[in-house]
Each structure stands twice: as structure tokens, then as C-alpha cells.
């Protein structure tokens, strides 16, 4: 059944980056199906890296924005309705209208992997005729959607309430590997991930006054200019690496070595408050301690195994401060953290997330309809 099965997915990104994506494309390769990721190509997009299934960049005529969007829309649709598949799966609401049309047209099933909630993030809810529109892609689509899933209990009760749509639950959590913690020679704290508005670099950076450490920064995106500009505001600007956008396996050198992670999110939407980022579980997969927000999916895996240190929302430069300083000096009480990551992620792993992921297609091919 797999070897005869292709699989299209979509993302509006260029590919290299996108670790979820990534690890559910390996595990389809694996089960047997063949598979293409279609993304976009920036101006500085680097060579694609090799990987286990097909790559498909589209030209962009635009770097964002309303024409972002447009172009690479139109040319999505086009390329789909001249590929050959089996089933389309659309990552999030920026990729569903060409899919969903795409696939009506050629009659194959279409799928909808929500990784987060696209009509609640901060620069939509904040622009009344932007989220009027994806208010209505979600409603035209997501509803027609017969196989769904998200990264989250919490996104997947949002969208039972709004829709009265299943959704199964594929959290983003890492690989399973054999682990050696190295010697941490230097206690450096590490966030990876996009450097948006709304991720707590406002407070974050001034907390680096009073934290005896360097904070290295794997990531880019919309405040990535401020973040950097705020360092030196505030005099921080030696003690912070701006790396941008880093390749995995550079990144898991970087979390092998972290002494601290950051998983930090303004509530100032449904879509941060209901997160569990890829970068909560790459921390605790590498012994590493974090300091993350008390929202309600991280409160759920701290509570069963205590991995970090949770901060309300709104927080103070001193309280981010003083959640740091703490891991950095109580030896006993960031024993005991690492310890328990050991055991968190033998549960939160991936072999365990991907049998669902392979429930969910197999279910899509097991049915004699369209999925539709």
C-alpha cells in the first residue's frame, strides 16, 4: 500500500529549517510512501540539504506580504494541479486554499496539519481585515477537512469547539537518540527559534543585566533588528550571540551544549498560549533545563516531570532574571531538572508521536471515499 502512495505536503517556508516538517516527512519515507515538501525560495535562500524525500522550491515574487502570499498561491496551485498524488496535506492555514482547491479538482483526499492556530497569532488578531480573512480560508476549508491534526491537546480542543472537528495530536516532539551529556565548561543560555514580537525580548534582554552568562540567539524573524538594538539599549551587547537562522544539525550542537534553554511566549494570543514548541522538547531531549512560560501544555508535561522553571505572563526583566540565576547557581535543584529530563523524554518522543502521524494516513487510504 505505502510504495504506491504519494504524498504532497506544503509549507511557506524554504525548507531547510523546519524541523517538524522534517521528521514527519522521514517517518512517511520510512512507512513506505513516496514523498515531495513544497516550499518557497527567498533571494538568500541557502542550497537545499539533502534529505530522505523530494524537495520542491517555488520562486516567490515577492519576500512578504499580501504578494508573498498571492504569487506563490498561484503558483502552487498550478504546479499541484500538474503533479501527481495520491493525498495533499497543507501545513497550516497559508498553505490550504491551493490545496484544497487542488485537490477537489483532481478528487484526492486533502489534510489539514494545524501548527498552531493561524486565525489567533498575534499579527493577525491585531488587524481586523487580515483576520476577517483568514477567518473565512479557515471556514471555507478547514470544516471540508476529513483528517486532521495538531501539535497540542489544547489546539485540538480549540478547533473541537469551533468546528466540532477531531483532530488527532502529533506533538513536535524530538527523535529518540542516545544521549551524553557533555561538560558544560561554559554556562551559556540558548534560545532557538523565530525572534517575533510577541517571544519576550522586550524583558529578556534587560534581564541580561543581571545574569552572569552569555545568551546565544539561534533564530530570525520580524523583531530579530529590535532584538539587537535593544542589546545595546541596554549594554548587553557583549554578552549576546545573534546567530540567525542556524541548520539543524549545527542548532543540536548548540542545545547538546546550552546549560540553560528558553521557551518564552507572550500570552497575547490563543496560538501562544496553547504552544508546545519544537525547542521545549529539544531541551528537554538534551538534559537541558529551561526556564518556560506557565501556559497550560507546559504546565501539563512540568507537572509529570519536572524539567523546568515556569514564569507567569507579564513578566519583569528581574523575575526572567531571577529564574536564571537560580539554575545557574542551585546546583542541587538543576541536578534534579536534568535528571528528570532524562526520563520526560523517553515519553515525549518521537517514535512514540509518529505512530499517530501513521494512524492518520493510513486511515486517509484505508477509506474507499475521497477524504474530502
Known sequence: MGKSKHIVLTVTNDLNYDQRMIRICTSLVSAGYQVTLIGFKRKNSKLLIERPFQQVRLPIIAE????LYAGYWFLLFFYLLFKRFDAICAIDLDTILPDYYAARIKGKPYIYDAHELFTELKEVVTRPSVKRMWEWIEHHTVPQCKYNYTVGEYCA??????????????????????????????????????????????????????VDAKLIVCGGGNFFAQAQELAVKYGVQNKIEFKGFVPPDDLKQYTTNAYIGLTLFHAISKSNEYSLANRFFDYMHNGVPQVCMNFPEYIKVNERYEIGTLINDPMTPEEIAEALNRLLNDTAYYNKLQQNCLQAREQYCWQNEEKTLLKVWEDVFNTKTSGR
Open 64 to 67: 512578504q506580504g499580501k504578494l
Open 157 to 210: 480542543l480549540y478547533f473541537k469547539e469551533k468546528y466540532n472537528k477531531d483532530f488527532a495530536v502529533v506533538r513536535n516532539a524530538t527523535v529518540l537518540r542516545p544521549l551524553t551529556i557533555p561538560a558544560k565548561t561554559e554556562k551559556y543560555i540558548l534560545y532557538q527559534g523565530w525572534v517575533n514580537e510577541g517571544r519576550c525580548f522586550e524583558e529578556l534582554i534587560p534581564a541580561m543585566q543581571f
